[in-house]
């Protein structure tokens, strides 16, 4: 058993799992060994991860510190970041009250890693970290203390008061701390393999390093004061976690500044010189897939063109035939050529990427159905299956090579995604699901539903997925509520007494609190990260235990003082209730954009919406619709969770999601099933388990997709070859707006409208609140509307690809049409399913001016055929109309329609797929007389 537990005394990460769980001997080894990057740069163009950094001078003398000054990072790549020249370190009597007193003020759960943060230096990246190695060596004494810690690590977390103490007392040691969120790279040629992980230095020697748990606080005490009161030995050994002299005939090999020894590269080993299109590159090397995927004649006899090359092109393209359409696309790229297709590159690649597969049966094909899954490109498909047909991939869960170099690629497909969203690494943790839909399940399963504090608010044009999520709020007791736009926007302009009923708004807001009792769920067996119920007596190289009483002469008692670290680490306890907010980036059904700054605004909330109860506000950001053609930036909106599925994106591969988490929200969870890979140790006979720490590794039960994980580098590149998700929105922009000047326009032989469309787009501002999506209703010249499973046989019959009914929206689509809640629980009784026929019903509404039928539709009369309506008299007995007169009179019935059309655009979409749209809509429906 005692083997076992060894195993469980710190936080591991899964991704270390398959690669660091090695001996001694080839831990030393992969000290040195090299880490692949991405090779995908951002698709957004000039958004690159934010980093800073600080160094601090190293000179002789116990107050003598000095404080590089932070700097931010000018480009894209940290390891080329300058540091800025030495500034003074201000002396205790000019640092806060909150930093500076004994009795630590201020110190909170939230960034608890910010903390005391002037008696550190934060090192991001291997070069800060060899030059912060080479500037202490100038002082051969001086002994450098680095702390190897992530967000997540509740170890480190609860260590943390200790070390600050440590770094307070003792100005003549350098206290490092190097996060494992983002330094990934560092973190593996250092061998560390686990969190909370210590090492020591002094004139460039590791002299010792070791992992050690909250309980153990005074070994680490004891250990740093050892080796400070030894300072001409540098030759230490571990015995049973505690440093001690060592002869130099079995002392640790010395290791020198880390950029000096050579490369151990893993790409090496696990790729052929033939595999160049396949193997992970630098961040300084261009990933060019076209020289790797098309022949000199697929690419038109020589390298693709520069931009200004393919302006020339796109502008020649459209000349030789004298056609309409040729003819409209002229007039179009003189207004949208600089957002249009990617300066021509779309019109070169089309055809090899997606253009065959747009015949069928003689018919051209035109595809306008990307909300519900973007199309893949060939390039990428062959991008996909040379990779696997070249490389062997095992689950990640084991330690053999294939495992080790799926852990690799899965890594490096986390750090894409994170990319993507310019979230930070240190602030973001990916955990891949199998859609959007499953993510957004997984908030709502573990999320710290609480009946007396948490509300779910979210908003009325939310998919059909997010509204689930409501079930968990109701099996807690939890109010939920829907609430529209105007009214976000009401409520956050208020104080904070303000609930939302004392504000006046136009409609009401609709609520509900279960009734159903809640069960106590018991959340299992402790704390998951905890593992001080665990013999740790035995770890070869690193394993810990108290000190005994014969060694606590050890330690410098008259430098510590346990008061401070007390009152440190009582303030770490959250006692904070929580509620959840959930809006789309973009809503699928019209594509409406909502105000991303909701997000900060309320996370500054402290009371809730529906009562001045106290709390914490978490928003959920469902960006399935957004994502794809909008770029999201989580350095400018913090979401605490952020939900989509690739598919939406570039096409392939299909049930894959993910659920981008803050880091600080994996402690909240109420994680209750757990399955293999996300548990650390359990017992089959009794209910004892621990969790995994690292949020993916907790969050992600079972193997997870690795095949497709692996696969999704290919559809990024696909997108940085066109210019990134920028250039993306700009090309869907111009043909969204296009299409919607073009419908709009088109009017029956009595000036009415063909189409009744929904959304934003008639505003001046439309590009900042609208997507990609046209949503509408058919209407014939009366202006009653033309059935949509009608245009849907039709439109499919010509070749279009688009989308009827309520695309999972109902509160968007049931509001754009005019459909009351009462109306929509009345439907129930003859609409049987989504896939069935009824599209219509006929509503009693209206009424005469003495005898109004009841506004709010509770009483509504509906049928589902105009055949029923014969039946009228019938009708009116079961209804609550008071009738003065014939019934006929009172009685107006309005045929509404059940559901729409929708087409949207997407990263391929071309203008001749609008375009020859617009003409079918015109021929098929305009009346002429």
Known sequence: MASLATLNI?????????????????????????????????????????????????????????????????????????????????TPAAIPSSVATDTPQGFTSENWWEEQADFFVNVNG???????????AKDPSKIVVIDFYTRWCKSCKQLYPTLCKMAKSRPDIVFVKVSGDGNR?????????????????????????????PKQKDLLVENVAFIAKHPDEDHFKLEKGRVTVAPASIIQPDVKPPSSNPAFDLNSLLYSEEDSDIKPVSPQETFDLDSLLYSTEDAGGGPLQSSADRKEANMEFAAPQWTPAAAAKINFLSKYGDLYGYDGYLDEIYDMEVG?????????????????????????????????????????????????????????????????????PGNYHVIFTKGATAALKLVGETFPWEKEHSEFLYLRENHNSVLGIREYAHLHD??????????????????????????????????????????????????????SSLDSNSLDWGAVKEPSAESAETSDDEWWNDDDEEAMQASLVDDNHYSLFAFPAEDNFSGVKYDLSWVEKFQQRSKGFLSNKSTRW???????????????DLSKTPADFVTLSFYKIFGYPTGLG????????NDILKKVFWGGGSVKLASSDTDFHILECEPSSKLEDGTIAFLDIVTLKHGFNAMKRVGGITRIQAHVRALTEYAYDSLSALKHFNGKPLLNIFGNHHLPNRHDIQGGILNFNVMDSKGDPIGYTRVQKESAAAGFHIRTGSS????????????????????????????DDTEWMFVQRGGVADHPLNPDGEHAVMVSSEDEIEDVMEIIKKSKVALGHEGEVALHWEKVPLGTVRMSLGWMSTFEDVYEFVQWMKVSYVETE
């Open 10 to 90: 710190y936080c591991l990460p899964r991704s270390f799992s398959s690669v660091h769980l090695q001996t001694r001997s080839s831990h030393l080894t992969s000290r040195a060994a090299g880490f692949f990057s991405s090779p995908l740069s951002s698709p957004h163009t000039i958004l690159r991860r934010p980093r800073s950094g600080w160094r601090r001078s190293l000179q002789q003398g116990a107050q003598a510190k000095k404080l590089f000054s932070k700097k931010k990072r000018a480009s894209g790549e940290g390891d080329s970041e300058k540091l800025s020249a030495p500034t003074a370190l201000p």
């Open 126 to 136: 291997a070069k800060e970290f060899d030059e912060l190695i080479g500037e202490a």
């Open 185 to 213: 790279a560092l973190l593996k040629r250092q061998g560390v393999s686990g969190f909370p992980h210590f090492q020591i230095y002094r004139n460039h020697n590791l002299l010792t390093e070791f992992h050690i748990l």
């Open 356 to 424: 065959e597969r747009m015949h069928a049966d003689n018919t051209q094909h035109h595809y306008l159905d990307y909300t519900g899954a973007s199309i893949y490109t060939n390039s990428q498909i062959k991008a996909v299956f040379k990779d696997l047909e070249r490389h062997l991939y095992g689950n990640p869960h084991s330690a053999n090579p294939s495992s080790s170099l799926t852990g690799e690629e899965v890594d490096m497909a986390r750090d894409m995604v994170l990319d993507f969203f310019n979230a930070p």
């Open 478 to 531: 939890t109010k939920f509520h829907n609430v529209t736009e105007d009214k976000v926007d009401a409520w956050l302009r208020t104080t904070e007494e303000v609930t939302f009923d004392n504000i006046e708004f136009s409609e009401n807001v609709n609520f509900g609190a279960a009734p159903l009792e809640s069960s106590t769920v018991d959340w299992a067996s402790g704390d998951e990260c905890d593992s």
């Open 618 to 632: 978490k928003v959920l950001v469902d960006a399935a619709a957004y994502a794809p053609t909008q770029p999201l």
């Open 658 to 665: 993910a659920l981008i988490m803050r880091t600080e929200n």
């Open 808 to 835: 999972c929206n109902p509160g968007a689509c049931y509001n754009n049409l005019h459909i009351r809640p009462k109306e929509v629980e009345q439907m129930a009784g003859f609409k049987e399913s989504c896939g």
